[in-house]
Nanobody
Framework: QVQLVESGGGLVQAGESLRLSCAAS????????MGWYRQAPGKQRELVAV???????NYADSVKDRFTISRDNAKNTLYLQMNSLKPEDTAVYYC???????????????WGQGTQVTVSS
């Protein structure tokens, strides 16, 4: 079994910071890309940031210079440091991973359940 569990969400005021974590556990053989997505009320899910196994990162224009994505490969854990938060950052944040299980011959996309981030003005 493979699970992605997000944590670290909460309620903050504009300008404050939060750090999200996503722990992948189970019979994991290897992990390729990992990323964060978010879905705001009444809007579609969008990509926030992604980090491939090679180490380079990509960010949505709306979060550049404010958010930092990182990963601990030894622990199969993904992080998102969010600084200077704005009300428009309010959303449910989802962890995503492309990984291969020991029992599988191919990579599969997995999603976490999500963690709520609310930023008040």
């Amino acid at each position: 079994q493979v699970q992605l569990v997000e944590s670290g969400g909460g309620l903050v005021q504009a300008g404050e910071s939060l750090r999200l974590s996503c722990a992948a556990s189970g019979s994991i053989f290897s992990v390729n890309a990992m990323g964060w997505y978010r879905q705001a009320p009444g809007k579609q899910r969008e990509l926030v940031a992604v980090v491939p196994s090679g180490g380079s990162t990509n960010y949505a224009d709306s979060v550049k210079d404010r958010f930092t994505i990182s990963r601990d490969n030894a622990k199969n854990t993904l992080y998102l440091q969010m600084n200077s938060l704005k009300p428009e950052d309010t959303a449910v944040y989802y962890c995503n991973a492309v990984l291969k299980r020991f029992s599988s011959t191919k990579f599969t996309i997995y999603w976490g359940q999500g963690t709520q981030v609310t930023v008040s003005s």
